[in-house]
């Protein structure tokens, strides 16, 4: 069994956030693979369904961001899940908006979800997409924020540009999880990143 996981942040009034492009790709694979958002259990709203031969269990942690690991971790154990078979979906500063990342284990380059997860899984070892959603600029393509700065970027919505954009990339998402559950890590890799 797969459990695919979406990151971001409960609430209608985060719907729209940066921080949760997670769940908005989450959701579009969820539609296109039939699957429903019909139960809730360890904290998560989630769905069950198959693709393409494989049983497979997507879920939106609903502890907010930085307690998303409490989630993930319990349904890890509750479905018996090999790490190896985690997907964790995620917002990137360090990639711009057009632009997704796979990969397999290493840190959590400062994104708090992914910290949680790995805290309460004691392991970084399982697979992200990280979905680029580019980092604030000012004066002349100055990039140097505070943290205060950060958060209030990645808390505040898309511009219409950018939505524009986002939604070009948020199948390219679904796509690279058929590709992940049907190829595997190393194809999925080569062909989108």
Known sequence: MKLIVGLGNPGRVYANNRHNVGFVCLNH????????????????RIGLGEVAGSKVVVAKPQTYM?????S?????????????????????????????????????????????????LRSQDFIRIRVG?????KNEGFTEFSEDEIINYVLSDFTPNEKQTITQVIPRVSEAILCLLTEGLTAAMNQYN
Not at 80 to 107: A, E, F, Q, T
């Open 29 to 44: 694979f969820a539609r296109m693979q039939g699957i429903r958002f019909d139960k809730r259990q360890g904290r998560a």
């Open 66 to 70: 930085n307690l998303s690991g409490q």
């Open 72 to 120: 993930v971790s319990f349904l890890v154990k509750k479905f018996n899940i090999n790490l190896n078979d985690l997907l964790v979906i995620h917002d990137d500063l360090d990639l711009p908006l057009n632009k997704i990342r796979i990969r397999y284990g290493g840190s959590s380059g400062g994104h708090k979800g992914v910290d949680s997860i790995i805290s309460e």
């Open 133 to 137: 959603i580019g980092r604030p600029v």
